[in-house]
């Protein structure tokens, strides 16, 4: 089996009193696209940067690309095989697009220029323009060049897509499923859940600085279940507090539940306790995410 | 390439520095020639001396200007996270800073003093090179506590114009406390020249070394000072 490109256990962060991300315990494995879903405010980019060693992690540890973060010399070293781009696609505005490009590239000795022209051509990036110059999307875009072009093993996205028009997502997109093809490994984090359910393999969400949720998307397409009731009298709504019920709303004769598992064990209760009508539907991403982070 | 970027990050500051203090002297030196006889040597010789204590005071500002930067303030605008990214420790971006601010700073302390020794050449007021060298080495040896200074500052203070107005005031505080209260240490004196010209001859008496020496290990103190800031902070 091959080991996990990001391992933590539990890692914690606090600001002072407030606690940032809590008892973390998170596995991505290697070769897969995994997304990292999360309110704002619930800890992703902390966790990204305790990863890269930019913050320091209050307690816990872990690895990334078997190197441990905490580890200035080890983290400098995993870095060689990380690429990152930030939320806010930072970039040295007092550069062009070239200084930019030979500056980034002189780190890497895996560079691939073919990648690099390939890209600039298929983004049309100004090479003597200065960064500082250059709209949203093409400081995304160029944000992005130098992250597929250095080779990585591990590429942490947050937010990738922020500024890119929609041909551009979809390139984006494309490019990340080719990148995983070639055994790249991707995590990222994203607010556009269309997105994600086109190209993750795995999401994990964070609310509130705790890991939710973490599984494959199969396995949430194949679980999770909307499940609507009626019944001839009112609905007896404790009978369905069994295991993989998340939530039970109520109207009338018509009871709904959410469920992340043991659907036909709920339906065939619904069947003992007289449900006269009885509807299940799988449930997208975009509602699991929404359940998963009201639920905490 | 961390070179690279340091310099793209300060060369306009730099240039204009370093114009600022060859267009000065030149202008000066040339234009206070005219004023002068030639067997006023000694007359001379005190102008060089007030030169060095203007020079003294556009060095300083320009090398706390060029101290200014690095990944505190980039963390105010908003970079660090890339340049935290790659694959370098955080004392080799450091490093490059002070390694370029240092060749900065001495190129702005001989520019200067080169363009005063031509221009005296070529007036016939020739100055002795031991002069040059002694003022061109008591500003950068000397003076190096006011860039370690900056160093330590922008690597403290986060905030694009927090740091500088820091340092800055810094500087300001420190000339006034030492000139009021503890005059034989004053940094600024001791750079200026001010403790080792002969008053009758404006020419060098001695050289300070244990002045220079005791900047060099405070500048020297205040960038270890700066690294373990650097590495403990977090981004």
């Known amino acids: 089996m091959i080991s996990p490109a990001i391992l933590t256990h539990d890692l914690t962060k606090s600001y002072g009193p407030v606690p940032a991300v809590r008892d973390l315990n998170l596995a991505v494995q290697a070769n897969r696209i995994t997304a990292f879903l999360g309110q704002n405010g619930a800890g992703k980019s902390t966790t990204i940067k305790m990863l890269l060693g930019m913050v320091r992690p209050t307690r816990g540890e872990g690895t990334v690309l078997g190197k441990r973060i905490g580890d200035a010399e080890q983290n400098r070293r995993l870095r060689q095989n990380v690429a990152y781009v930030a939320e806010n696609k930072p970039l040295y505005g007092y550069m062009t697009v070239e200084q930019t490009i030979r500056f980034a590239s002189s780190f890497y000795p895996d560079w691939r220029t073919d990648s690099e022209k390939k890209l600039l051509h298929e983004y049309r990036l100004p090479l003597h323009q200065k960064v500082k110059t250059l709209s949203k999307g093409m400081r995304t875009k160029l944000a992005l060049l130098l992250a597929f072009a250095r080779r990585p093993e591990l590429l942490i996205l947050d937010e990738p897509s922020e500024g890119l028009d929609p041909v551009g997502i979809e390139h984006l997109l494309q490019l990340l499923v080719a990148e995983a093809a070639e055994g790249v490994t991707i995590f990222f984090s994203s607010h556009q859940i269309a997105e994600v359910e086109r190209v993750a393999d795995h999401v994990c969400i964070l609310n509130a600085g705790r890991l939710a949720l973490n599984a494959s998307l199969d396995e949430l397409r194949q679980s999770y279940r909307r499940i609507d009731f009626v019944f001839p009298s009112l609905p007896p709504e404790r009978e369905f507090c069994i295991a993989g019920v998340e939530k039970i709303q109520t109207a009338g004769h018509q009871l709904s539940l959410f469920a992340s598992r043991n659907a036909d064990a709920v339906v065939e209760r619904g069947h003992d306790l007289g449900a006269v009508s009885i509807e299940v539907a799988p449930v997208g991403l975009r509602d699991i995410f929404l359940e998963t982070v009201k639920e905490n | ?235």
């Open chain 2, 1 to 235: 390439m961390l070179w690279y970027k340091a310099w793209l990050e300060t060369r306009s500051r730099f240039l204009t520095c370093l114009a600022t203090l060859t267009i000065f002297c030149a202008v000066f030196v040339g234009h206070a020639q005219t004023l002068l006889r030639r067997e006023w040597t000694a007359d001379y010789n005190r102008l060089l001396f007030v030169s060095q204590q203007y020079i003294v005071i556009v060095w300083v500002l320009a090398v706390v200007l060029l101290g200014m930067g690095g990944i505190v303030r980039e963390k105010a605008t908003g970079t660090s996270s890339l340049t935290l990214s790659l694959p370098v420790c955080r004392n080799r971006l450091l490093m490059s800073r002070v390694g370029l601010g240092l060749f900065q700073a001495i190129a702005l302390g001989i520019v200067p003093w080169t363009t005063i020794f031509l221009v005296s050449s070529l007036a016939r007021m020739p100055i002795s090179i031991s002069q040059v060298a002694f003022y061109t080495t008591l500003l950068i040896a000397g003076g190096l506590s006011y860039f370690a200074m900056a160093i330590l500052v922008s690597s403290s203070v986060e905030g694009e114009y927090t740091a500088p107005a820091v340092a800055f005031g810094l500087v300001l505080i420190s000339a006034i406390a030492f000139d009021a209260w503890l005059r034989p240490f004053s940094l600024w004196r001791l750079v200026s020249g001010d403790y080792c010209i002969d008053r009758q001859t404006y020419l060098v008496s001695h050289f300070p070394w244990r002045g220079t020496l005791a900047s060099i290990s405070a500048a020297i103190l205040m960038l270890l000072a700066s690294m373990r800031i650097i590495q403990s902070r977090e981004f």
